[in-house]
């Protein structure tokens, strides 16, 4: 799958981005982490080839609950724990400890 690692000097924890091309709050993310120098990759749903695509979507599956949860981007997965759906400033400070 292609990631891109984007450096940081805070290199606590493992930080994956789904995105896509066109969404705000995943710019709004990805500057977020980037101001505070955390280390993360991301991927770019719109631009994976269908291959990347499908397997990144099962890794997303894992981390949605069963019903009633609607797929908002950006998915920002956190040591492969803990989930932060769409820009949430406040949930990715807590759960990376920069608040």
């Known amino acids: 799958m292609v990631r891109v690692r984007v450096d940081g000097e805070n290199r606590e924890h493992r930080v994956t981005v789904y995105v896509t091309s ?13 101001s505070r120098s955390i ?21 997303i599956g894992e981390h949605l609950p069963r019903r009633g949860r609607k797929i ?9 724990e803990t989930v932060v759906y769409g820009y949430n400033e406040e949930a990715l400070s807590e759960s990376l400890g920069t608040g």
């Open 22 to 34: 066109r969404c705000a709050p995943c710019k709004k993310t990805r500057s977020f982490l980037k």
């Open 72 to 80: 908002t981007y950006p998915i920002t997965v956190i040591d492969g």
């Open 39 to 59: 280390e993360y990759e991301y991927l770019n749903l719109d631009t994976a080839d269908p291959e990347e695509r499908d397997e990144a979507m099962m890794e």
